[in-house]
């Protein structure tokens, strides 16, 4: 059973190490399914941290849908709203950005950066291209506009270009807003990733920077020069400031909202849903692509980017594994009981959670997330089921071992409380009856008797001892050839009293067994056995004794010998059932017993034990 239990332990180890090494390949593998999985597992994280106030220099002008109303206020009363003719109808005349550029800059903005492709000539004829070029020129250096990489599927291949603007003179910036979604179609990856990915996967050979670069070009602000995989998203949609275009235009409002423009960097875009330009996010499923390249333009400002701890997937793969790997493995051996090794693993899990939250709100780095607790949990599950198949064995090898010794009853009492148990096993003090039964003259019957028959007559005997003994909630310590030793209140005491009495019924119980054995014993032509008990009350060592190769769970002291010296005073008194006066004591209201007075007994010459007789219980015939 030992065997199987440590095949079983071995088990849940090599069910962990499984893990671990799964967790290596699936992480190192970069697997679409991995990354969807991790993604998921960052997006909550991001959700967890909530919003972060973005700075106050980024602001967004917004072409949303009340904007694009204006269009049919002005047609229906056009003298009344002039200032709106640009915006008449989709897409607008160049005009309306040209007024709103001067009006910003004239207010204090630092850049304007227009998230709308201008790629061809204005539908409105050259006069209204014009219009804008002449703007471009005398305040281009603080203006970007937008470039898009352009790659179209056909049944001939694919067909890739340039949509840059078209628009002569000026310094204005030109940068690239180009984003693309990660395999779970959230947008994760930095701009200047994905650019790089385009170029080199299309091959286009220029070198014109991400739209964000290019808006703090025109604000004179440099870009920061480190690393950046992944986008710092400081909230969902609406976490960057926004104004509705029209309101720059609107001669009544804009007074009232100019002086909020000192200082800032404008990003102009549609946020309107008619624009399909809505992009799934870490955050939500609805912010526009004008937010999240203002997103991309405040993280630059400030320096925040979320970058990998470990660039090398196959090296990121490996140490969380060792780190999964060595949790696992330290928490199984640590806590072997089911219930202390969930709550081990829950820890863990929790721990692992939060130390990646923290890496990712306070430092920019990603640790995965999903996998390892995934892992974590599989291997905790895995401890848990191989533990609980072990205890159970060893529960039931346990019950078995115990119901040899005690009545089940008393067993079960013992496996209700295995610490209570553990503790008695080690070696204590304790308060106890001891019980010794004999066989009167079993040598010269044994003798008398083949060695077969021998054994058979004293296994009957020892049966129904055991029976009665076991009945009245004693313990059955050791037989010791034809003697029985037991104790009752070892290793569980019901009290003094209630432990002497059920001793004292025992006994009785097992003069009434051996009366019917002898009847059955006779009927068979066998000789008749007689006995002696001796029963004593004190104080007792209990625990396991022996080697290292053999234990014996039994009692020692000076009660056990007094038990035993007094169980070989029956013959000469003349009785078959002695016990100690500190035992008469605690039972004799419910006993009849004949007092024998003083004895001296082998070991104890200094002081005489006073001994009685059990004659039965008073409430019995």
């Known amino acids: 059973m030992a065997k199987t239990n440590r095949s079983i332990f071995q088990l849940g180890h090599g069910l962990m190490v499984s893990c671990a090494v799964f967790g290596a390949i699936a992480l190192a593998s970069q697997h679409p399914w991995i990354q969807r999985i991790e993604g998921q597992a960052q997006s909550f994280l991001l959700k967890l941290r909530g919003a972060v106030h973005p700075p106050d220099e980024v602001v967004i002008l917004a072409i949303d849908e009340y904007s694009l109303s204006q269009g049919e206020l002005y047609r229906a009363n056009p003298d009344r709203y002039p200032y709106l003719a640009p915006l008449a109808t989709w897409p607008w005349r160049r005009q309306a950005y040209a007024t709103v550029i001067e009006r910003l800059i004239a207010a204090g903005a630092r850049a304007v950066a ?43 291949g694919e067909f890739t270009s340039l949509l840059a603007p078209t628009l002569p003179g000026g310094n204005y910036q030109v940068g690239l807003i180009n984003l693309q979604p990660d395999l779970d179609g959230q947008h994760r990856a930095f701009p200047d990733r994905v650019i790089a990915t385009l170029r080199r996967d299309h091959g286009f050979s220029d070198q014109l920077p991400s739209f964000a670069a290019a808006t703090l070009a025109a604000a004179d602000q440099p870009v920061p020069v480190q690393a950046r995989d992944e986008l710092f998203f400081y909230g969902p949609s609406g976490t960057i400031p926004t104004l509705s275009f029209v309101q720059v235009l609107d001669p009544t409002n804009w007074p009232l909202y100019q002086a909020g423009f000192r200082d800032k960097i404008v990003l102009i875009g549609p946020t309107a849903a008619s624009f399909q330009d809505l992009k799934r996010t870490p955050l939500d499923n ?127 009492e013992i496996l209700n409380q295995p610490e209570d148990f553990t503790s008695l096993t080690v ?20 003798y008398q008797l083949g060695a077969e028959e021998t054994v058979s007559l004293l296994n009957t005997y020892l ?24 104790e009752f209140g070892a290793p569980l005491s019901q009290g003094a009293s209630q432990d002497a009495l059920n001793a004292v019924q025992a006994a009785l119980a097992m003069r009434k067994a051996l009366a019917d054995l002898r009847q059955n014993l006779q009927a068979q032509g066998l000789p008749p056995l007689y ?46 059932i002695l016990i100690t006066q500190p035992l008469y004591d605690l039972v004799k209201d419910q006993v009849i017993a004949v007092d024998h007075g003083h004895h001296v007994l082998a070991g104890r010459e200094q002081e005489a034990v006073q001994v009685y007789g059990v004659i039965g219980l008073k409430e019995e015939d």
């Open 463 to 486: 049966e129904v001892m055991v029976t009665a003994i076991l009945q009245h909630r004693g313990t059955v310590d050791k037989f010791i050839g034809d003697a029985v030793m037991a």
């Open 286 to 412: 609805t912010m526009p692509g004008v937010e999240i390249q203002a997103q991309v333009v405040a993280s630059l400002l400030e320096g925040r980017s979320v970058n990998p701890a470990l660039a090398n997937p196959l090296l990121r793969g490996i140490l969380t594994a060792l780190a999964i790997g060595a949790l696992g493995l330290g928490l199984g051996y640590r806590y072997p009981q089911p219930l202390p090794r969930l709550m081990g693993f829950l820890g863990a899990i929790a721990g692992w959670g939060a130390i990646a939250y923290l890496l990712m709100v306070h430092r920019g780095r990603l640790i995965p997330v999903a996998i390892p607790v995934a892992c974590l949990g599989m291997g905790g599950v895995a401890y848990i089921a191989t533990g609980a198949i072990s205890n159970r064995l060893e529960e039931q090898r346990l019950r078995r071992t115990l119901e040899r010794y005690v009545a089940p009853s008393v067993a079960q």
């Open 427 to 446: 070696g204590q003090r304790c308060q106890a009856a001891v019980l010794f039964s004999d066989i009167r003259g079993f040598s010269r019957l044994s």
């Open 531 to 576: 006995h002696g008990i001796g029963i004593s009350y004190g104080e007792l060592v209990v625990g396991n004794v022996g080697s290292v190769k053999r234990l014996e769970y039994t009692a020692i002291g000076d009660t056990v010998n007094v038990a035993s010296r007094i169980e070989g005073l029956t013959k000469s008194i003349g009785t078959d």
């Open 114 to 156: 227009l998230d709308v492709l201008l790629v061809d000539p204005s539908v409105y004829g050259p006069e209204d291209d014009a219009t804008l070029a002449k703007t471009l020129e005398q305040l281009g250096d603080q203006v970007a506009l937008a470039a898009a990489y352009d790659v179209s599927a056909s049944d001939f």
